[in-house]
């Protein structure tokens, strides 16, 4: 009998050692988006990409009541585990080099031009934004205002909170490709809500076609029409951009990406950011510094970075315009091999 199970069992390792990889489709929503993952592997990870999609969600997610974020925004006692310090540490970084440009701590500003859990403009109609409340909502945003010791979060003022929305998908992303690669996955495509990380190629035995979307001014976000077509082998690639959330107030255009600088939505001729990266966590937050700062400052931040690239979409003289950095097509060309 004893044999006999044991006969049974080699058998099964034997079989389970010998399936076949093929590639699998996970997709669903996560941060308040989608999720497309697809991946060559002998076995269906579904369960462990959702289990650490929730691991994701309760740590960063502005929109769950019980994420360490959301605590520390009502000013819980709360003790901040490793997703959190990541995103942190990358947060604070980009925020030193775009100059303030990027700024977790604007989540008051971005609410308050109607851009939060309530939207639009009928909720700046019922609430409108006047120079003092812009003023004392700028006294309580400042990246420098929050810092970070020993697994605690302490404020200069309790008003303060924040919003990691403009780099968790890119750290979601890296999260969900490490733990492929993890589990000896060498081809697979990490997509959550437009953020990117490819490596290998696609169920074709060909490179990964990755598309920039073509600015068009469309909030409901069912027009969809690409700029162009990226083929690659292994990239980290986040957008940004004002053609999707926006509304108009009398003849005032309301981007939802604002500069914590100044506490206004931006207004300049820059309609989209691609940016490129060593991790889609820094090329999301990179993405978003990009738009703050318009198209000339933009580039003049990533060439002073030197470990990004950028592909950019400008309106200017009656058209829409490419301006590339200067790295953009080595880079691009590098990873399509």
């Known amino acids: 009998m004893n044999r006999k199970i044991l006969f049974i069992g080699f058998i099964v390792l034997v079989l389970t050692g010998c399936a076949k ?5 996970n997709e669903g929503h996560t941060f308040g988006t989608y999720y497309n993952i697809r991946y060559e592997a002998t076995k ?8 650490h999609l929730h691991e994701y969600d309760a740590s960063l997610s502005f929109f769950n009541d019980s994420s360490i974020i959301s605590r520390i925004n009502r000013n ?8 959190f310090e990541a995103m942190w540490a990358t947060a604070y970084e980009v925020s030193e080099l775009s100059q303030g440009a990027f700024d977790i701590t604007c989540a008051p500003l971005i609410s308050a031009w109607g851009f939060g859990k309530d939207k639009g403009l009928e909720y700046l109609q019922k609430h409108p934004l006047g120079q003092r409340q812009l003023d004392s909502l700028m006294a309580i945003t400042g990246y420098r205002k929050v810092h970070l010791h020993d697994h605690h979060i302490t404020k200069q003022d309790p008003r303060l909170t924040m919003n990691a929305s403009a780099i968790a998908k890119g750290q979601g ?17 990490v997509d959550i809500g437009g953020e990117v990380v490819a490596k290998g190629l696609n ?3 060909e490179p990964w076609k990755i598309g920039i979307s073509k600015p068009i001014d469309d909030p409901t976000g069912t027009m969809r029409e690409l700029q162009e077509i990226i083929a690659t082998t292994g990239l980290c690639m986040a957008s940004s951009g004002n053609y999707r959330q926006f509304y108009y107030d009398g003849n005032e255009r309301r981007s939802h990406t604002i500069d914590p600088r100044t506490g206004y939505p931006v207004q300049h001729s820059l309609l989209g950011a ?10 999301d937050a990179l993405a978003t510094a990009c738009m703050v700062l318009g198209a000339r400052a933009a580039l003049e931040m990533i060439e002073k970075d030197g470990n990004s690239e950028c592909y950019l979409i400008v309106h200017e003289e009656g058209e829409n315009k490419v301006i590339k950095s200067t790295g953009w097509d080595g880079w691009i060309e590098e990873k399509s091999k």
Do not use: H, W
């Not at 992303?173 to 495509?189: F, S, T």
């Open 21 to 25: 990889p093929r590639y699998f489709v």
């Open 203 to 205: 169920a074709k035995g």
């Open 44 to 51: 269906d990870l579904e369960k462990q990409i959702i289990a």
């Open 274 to 283: 691609t940016v490129v990266a060593n991790s889609c966590m820094r090329a």
């Open 76 to 83: 819980e006692e709360v003790v901040t585990d490793s997703l």
């Open 173 to 189: 992303c890296d999260g969900i490709a490490a733990l492929l690669a993890a589990n000896g996955c060498e081809n697979y495509l």
